[in-house]
Structure formats: C-alpha cells, structure tokens
C-alpha cells in the first residue's frame, strides 16, 4: 500500500470528520465531536475490518469469496441464538452465556468456509456462484430459524423473543485509555479490539512465517507451491476455513456487541463493502484497516450527525435527510473502486481452481 | 565413473497410449545427458516418472544401485533430484530468497529467517558462477536470470541429479551460452545433468551422451562425436529428413505490405510495438526476429485486424488497411497463420470441414443468400485434405482430436488454399515434430515462389535464417534491424535480438 493510498484515506477521515464539527460547532467543542467521531468510526469498522480479513485469508490463497456477507449474516444469528439459548434455556449467566455465543458465531463461520472451501476447491465450482449460494444460504437459514424459533408458537422461547443477555462489556485498555481527552477513543468492545489485533497479527502471519510464505505461494502459482511439495488443496481448505471463523467474528459485532438483537439481512452489505476495503487495501492486512475506518467514518458520519440535526445550516438542508447521509459509505465504495486512486493487483491466481 | 541413477524397464500407459514402453535410461556421475526426441515420443512422461508425479506401470528406479521409490515430488527432492520445469515454477511476486526456500523455509523464532537463507544463496551461486541477487523480486529478472534461480532452488535442495526441461526455448542464443557455461561448472562439481530438448545443433554442442525417443521407445544411445546432424534427426523421425529448406534465390517484386510508424499497445494499455516502419514485398519472405515478447504478437495482431492500432498506416497492396477489423484486411488478400493455433487459429470444437472454411463460409460455393451448402463445404474439405495431407480419420472429426502437426495443417490449407497476396506465419512450427517443420517450410517457401509475400515471425533463429531472404530484428518493440540473410551470421542476429545493435550500423530498410 503506497502512501498517495493512506493519504487519500485520511483526506476522506478529515473532511468528513470537519462536516460534523462545523455543523455541530454551536453545541459541542471540536474536541468532543472529534474524539466522538474516532471513536464511533473504530467501532463501526470493525465488521468491515473482519471480513476483509476474512476475504485476505481466502484470496491470499486463491480463492474468491464474495460470501462474506452470507458468513457474518449467519455467524450474527447464531451467536445470538446461542447466546440466548444458553441464557435463557440454560439458565447460564450473561457473560459466560455472550462468549458461547461468541464461540457459536466464530464456529458458524468457520463452517460456511468449510462450505465454500468444498465448493470451490473441491468440486471446483465457479467461486462467484459459491459465494452466492452462501450468502442465499445465510440469509434463507437466519431469517427461516429467527421466524420457526421466535416467533413460532410452538418453539422453545414459546413464540416471543426471550429478553437477550445484552452485549459484551467494554474493556478498559490500562494507560491508553487513561489518557486525558483522547482515552476515550480506546475504551471499546472486545470484538473491536481483537479486530484490531488481528490485523496486526494477520499481517505478521502473512508475512514473516511459514504459513504465510505457503498460503501466499498457493494463491499466486500453485502448480510451483505442488512441484515444491506444497499441499495445494490442503492450504487452500485451512485458509479459506480460518478466513470463515474471522468473519464469524465479525457477525458476532452485529449482535453480540453493537445491539443485543438479530434482525433479518442487519449485515446489510456490509460484507461486500468489506470486500471492497480489501480490495483498496491491497489485499494487505493494514491496507484493508485503513480502508475499513474510512467506510467506518462514513457511517460515524451518519450515526454522529443525527444529534445535530437542529443545527444543520438552511444551505446544507439536504444534510437533514438521513437517507442522503445513509448513502455515503455507498458512494465512496463505488469511488474507491473505480480505481481513481491508481490500481490494485490480485493474487495472480485468485478464483483459478487447481488442477494438477 | 558411477552410474547415480538408473531407470529399468518404464513402461507407462495412457488411455489409448503407449506413452513408454520399457524404456531404459542411465545417468553417469558429472556428465550430461541429453534425451531427444520429438513432442509424443515420451520425453517428458518418462521425466514425470523420476520425478514421481507419474507412477509407472512397470519398470524400476534405481539410484546409486539401490530401488527407489517415487510418489511425489517431495520423494524426488528426498533422493537429490531437482527439475527446472520448462515453464518456471518461481512465483513472479516474492523474492529469489523466498521462492528458493518455499517449501523448505528455514524458521527461527517462529520467523522466517530471509536473512540465513539470502547468505546461503550468495554463497551457492558464488560456488556455482551463477550471479543472483537473492534480494530482487522475480517479476524483476530477466528470462535467463529466473532460470538460473531454478537451478539454484534445486541445488538449495542439495540436488545433485538436474532435470533441464526444454531449458533453451525461452533464451536468447547467448542466454543459452551462459546456460551451457553454468551446465558445465555444475558438472565440474559433481553434478549430474539430464538435458531434454529436441533442438539437435544444442545436442550436439554440449551433451556427453545422447539418448533419442521415438514413439515411446528408445530409439538409440550414441555420442556427438559418433553421430551428426542428419543422423540425430532420422533416429528422431524414423526416416530420412531434409533438414535445411532448399530454395531458390529471392525475385522479389513489388511491395506488398508497407508499415509506416506504427505503434501498439498490449492489453494492459502499456505501448509494445513502438514506432515501427518496415516492408515486404512480393516473393520475398521478411523474418523477423525476436526474443519472445518483444512485441511481435501485437505487431501481428494490428497487421491482422485483431486489435487496434495507436498511430501509423498500415498499406496492403496499395490499400489502406490500418486499424481494419479482421475480415476486410482478409479480402485484400491476407492469409494469416496465428501464432497459438489453438486460441486464433481453429475453433476446436467444429469439425475439420467447417474449419476449412472459417474465412470464406459467406462467400459462394458456401453462403449463398445466408444458407450454408453442405455439398461445396464437403467437397473443399476432401479436397484439401487430400491436397494438404492432413491425416484425420474424417473431414468431420472435431479438429481438437487431430495432432498439432495435423491442427496446423487445417490452417495452412485454409490460408493458402484463397488466393492471397501476403501471408503472416506466427511461429508456424511451434511444438511440431521436425516432419510437420519440413512440410510447412516447404509450404512458406512455395508460397514465395509463387509470387506472395511472406512476413515469417519466429523465436526459432534457425528458421528464420533458413527460410527468410531479409531479416528485421525486433528489440522491445522496435526494429533495431534489417539485413540480408545470407549476409549475416547466428553470433550477430544474437546479439541484435538482445539489444545491442546501433540503429545507425543497421543496413536501412529496403
């Protein structure tokens, strides 16, 4: 990732972060919009920064995953199925209860890999048509189960949504989140932390070990990967199934940490926004991070911008309309990916099945 | 001398072939040994057998005396072979250190430990002569230099047996020198080397024994000192061969094809033929001459219609024909063989009748008022087939069944068979056996005498200087030469083709 590429995304924080102070400037202090603004864009860009890794594993290691969106929609449902299951069925405690759910989510995920894994490596089926069978799949199943088991007479919750065991707790990061003013931004969710980690992590993975060498090899020339006594299909099933958990993870965000709900499609695009932010970053790990916050800072715009309403210059009327402000992230995906800011290049054998 | 490897007996068996049949191979501690023999007769089935992607039906490998066995590639590696796959299996994106070490990572700490292993490279490509930088992507070297960074992942391996497979098609002919160099400095120390090929002058040159194949046997083991030229070739095919076309003198006549500063670009949008003026003229064949990818396929393909043009005329028999689609430049009398007969040149999965008519299915006899008259296609196609001997069970066979030798002459029929005024031949032989070669060079150099104009572009220099009467060279997408072809020499054309004429030395296009 070249720094014209960071450059332009900061550009894109900075602008839409100044809309909301000038337009919030007779309520609040610059200080208090902007430490809002960050704050919000991290959370936020936490389901967009776990699927695009997810989409890093997968394509990495040659496979095209445009079921990103399928894998979070599913891993929501079922995290917060299991999470409620084992509250309210179970009669376990709220924590232990979330982190079950947490595991159901990560597993969920890591199972629709393993589907698009046997899809596409195995049978060899065209990886666009895999991914969209999977999102179909996510979304016939979550929205089939949320109508049989709640809302269904007969079910085990006796036809009413039990009450959820609410969110995972934020986690208070020592010193970081201690300092004056900006220890705010630092005082978030645990999905989003590890989000965070994992981008490091992801990015040594890739990079500085074995595995990393492997997975990228079997992604750009698998026929040399093979002759060097690679295991091509071997690879290429553990990637894509890692790449699932991680966006069982980020399904988890939607129920388990941003609202303690599920409701039918709530991923709403943002896995293929997610695939977006991949594509921008390169298929690198920071890249993809960066490209998450500024998608995430469209949708703090939004989010942000709402308490102001009152105060949005007649000029700026449109502002008014949430749906007007709603599109942006849409907007800027679009733009980002007619390559205005220079081009991106895929692993060279990205979506090609491998024949020996 | 000891013998490090041995193969007892091969055989092995395809679905309706004979792919080998008890074939018996020795190698001998440092020397090298070619194996020749045309595309079919078994070279590299037998290859893919030692190195244990193929599992044979019978027969038994032995190395330094003692049965081995070979499932994988990784078995292959445990017993000290390498191979240099004739398409390089480097990963163009990562390093020389990190595609060496792919698959046998050297690890501290959990890391990859780049740094150990960029030393030990510079250190094996001292010892060996071999000049890599360990540090430098593989996008970045040079054709001969990503060779050099195979042998060097093979020795990385501690191999001691090489497999060169088809080692020279992709170099220049200086290139090559240096390979045979670096083959016999590895020699020198320890190494034992198998050389596939089918080029005989390359045989002859540097290898200690010869082994040819033919049709799945092994036809002969001899030596370059017991053996020449014409006898390598007849053990190949199995009968005598003409090796060099004979032709008469060059009359040329008018100028046929005129190009006048013309500029292309490739798909990516990057200009590959940049400013290039040249001409050919009736019974004459203009060769031009090129290291792969120096912009000849996009110089053939804005001659033939097949893409756009960025700047420049191109005339056909005194028509404008610059940035015309295919089918117009055809009517102005174009014959054209492509240079990948499979993708442009046939469509495989029709029969060899309807692709006998590809250029003229409009036209009457064919097309008459938008229906297609079976009859006249039936009758074209017996005809040609005889005519042209193209060996096919039926004029309606799918054309993909046919050999390649065979798929090509279904287009050399159909090209020469319409009266045209200029043929464009793109590696007419590529991947034939030298029977099919003498057949299409007889073909081309007919075509010249009968007055047509002939643009020959080939990789092979020795075609080119046996069938061309002037020579262009072509350097990263410019021609840096033209010169008679009897007055020029191999050494010379090399050097042309790796860049290093002066443009002002060159004899100025006729």
């Known amino acids: ?356 | 001398m000891a013998t490090v490897l041995e193969l007892k007996g091969i055989t092995k068996k395809f679905p309706g072939v004979l792919a080998n049949d008890n074939v018996n191979f020795d190698l001998q501690s440092g020397e090298i040994h070619a194996l020749l023999g045309e595309n079919g007769a078994g070279k590299t089935t037998l290859m893919n057998v030692l190195y244990g992607l193929y599992r044979p039906d019978q027969g038994e490998i032995f190395r330094n005396g003692q049965p081995i066995a070979m499932h994988s590639p990784k078995d292959a590696i445990t017993h000290g072979i390498g191979m240099v796959h004739q398409h390089f299996m480097l990963v163009p994106v990562f390093t020389v250190t990190e595609n060496i070490m792919l698959g046998a990572e050297t690890i501290k700490n959990g890391i990859l430990a780049r740094r150990e292993v960029s030393g030990q490279i510079r250190e094996l490509s001292r010892q060996y002569g071999l000049d890599i930088d360990p540090d430098t992507f593989v996008r970045d070297l040079p054709v001969g230099i990503q060779q050099r960074v195979e042998i060097v992942k093979t020795l990385y391996r501690k191999a001691d047996i090489l497999i060169l497979d088809e080692p020279t098609a992709v170099l220049t002919p200086q290139e090559a020198d240096d390979l045979f160099r670096i083959m016999r400095e590895l020699t020198s120390k320890g190494v034992s080397i198998i050389f596939i090929t089918h080029k005989l002058k390359e045989v002859l040159a540097i290898a200690d024994r010869i082994t040819v194949m033919r049709a799945g046997r092994v036809a002969g083991t001899t030596t370059p000192a017991e053996t020449d030229e014409h006898r390598l070739a007849a053990m190949m095919v199995g009968r005598e061969v003409i090796l060099n076309v004979e032709k008469k003198p060059a009359e040329p006549g008018e100028e046929m094809l005129q190009v006048r500063q013309l500029h292309v670009a490739d798909q990516r949008g990057l200009e590959t033929v940049r400013g290039i003026t040249f001409s050919v003229r009736e019974g004459e064949i203009l060769g031009i001459a090129g290291v792969q990818g120096n912009g000849q396929t996009e110089l053939v393909e804005a001659l033939t219609g097949l893409c756009r043009t960025r700047g420049g005329q191109v005339f056909l028999n005194g028509h404008d024909v610059t940035g015309k689609s295919p089918r117009p430049v055809i009517e102005t009398g174009m014959a054209h063989i492509p240079e990948d007969r499979q993708r442009h040149g046939l469509v495989l999965s029709y029969p060899v009748a309807d692709n006998l008519i590809l250029c003229t299915y409009y036209l009457p006899p064919f097309g008459v008022n938008g229906v297609l008259h079976n009859r006249a296609v039936d009758e074209n196609a017996g005809k040609l087939v005889q005519a042209y001997d193209i060996r096919t069970p039926s004029a309606y066979t799918v054309v993909s069944k046919l050999s390649g030798g065979n798929q090509q002459k279904v287009i050399v029929a159909r090209e020469l068979s319409r009266s045209v005024h200029l043929l464009i031949a793109n590696q007419p032989t590529r991947g034939l056996d030298v029977g099919s070669i003498e057949y299409i060079h007889r073909q081309i150099v007919d075509m010249r005498d009968r007055g047509v104009a002939v643009l020959l572009v080939s990789a092979e220099l020795d075609e080119i200087m046996s069938l061309a009467d002037r020579i262009a060279v072509i350097y990263r997408g410019q021609i840096v030469a033209v010169v008679d072809a009897d007055k020029v020499s191999r050494a010379e054309l090399g050097l042309m083709m790796a860049g290093s004429a002066q443009k002002s030395e060159a004899v100025p296009a006729a």
């Open chain 1, 1 to 356: 990732m070249d720094w014209k590429r960071y450059g332009f995304i900061a550009l894109i924080i900075i602008v839409l972060v100044g809309v909301v102070v000038l337009v919030g400037a007779s309520q609040d202090s610059p200080k208090v919009i902007i430490v809002s603004m960050l704050t919000t864009t991290i959370a936020v860009a936490t389901p967009l920064t776990l699927g695009a890794l997810c989409g890093i594993f997968c394509e990495r290691a040659g496979v095209v995953n445009i079921g990103i969106e399928g894998m979070m929609l599913a891993a929501a449902f079922f995290g917060w199925f299991g999470a409620i299951y084992c509250n309210t069925i179970l009669k376990m405690p709220k924590m232990p209860s979330l982190l079950f759910g947490l595991l159901a989510a990560i597993l969920t995920g890591g199972l629709f890999g393993l589907l698009h894994a046997w899809l596409s490596v195995t049978f060899k089926v065209d990886q666009i048509i895999g991914g969209t069978v999977i999102n179909l799949l996510a979304m016939g199943i979550s929205g089939f189960l949320n109508r049989q088991l709640f809302f269904e007479s007969g079910s085990i919750f006796g036809g009413q949504v039990p009450h959820a065991p609410g969110t995972l707790p934020r986690i208070h990061i020592p010193v970081l989140a201690d300092l004056p003013v900006v220890g705010k931004i630092f005082d978030q969710q645990p999905i989003t932390i590890a989000a965070i980690l994992l981008v490091v992590i992801v990015h040594f993975v890739l990079f500085y070990t074995r595995w990393g060498l492997r997975t990228r090899s079997v992604g750009e020339h698998p026929r040399a990967a093979d002759t060097v006594g690679i295991n091509v299909i071997r690879m290429r099933y553990a990637n894509v199934i890692i790449g699932g958990c991680i966006a069982g993870l980020g399904g988890a965000y939607f129920t388990l940490e941003s609202v303690p709900s599920f409701e039918p499609l709530m991923t709403n695009g943002r896995g293929f926004i997610a695939l977006a932010a991949m594509i921008f970053g390169n298929w690198s790990p920071f890249g993809a991070w960066a490209a998450a916050l500024v998608f995430g800072s469209a949708s703090a715009l939004q989010i942000n911008l709402q308490q102001y309403r009152a105060y949005i210059p007649a000029q700026w009327a449109f502002l008014q309309q949430s749906y007007v402000v709603g599109l942006v992230p849409y907007i800027l995906t679009m733009l980002i990916l007619t390559g205005i800011i220079g081009k991106t290049t895929a692993p060279a054998a990205d979506g090609v099945p491998y024949e020996k």
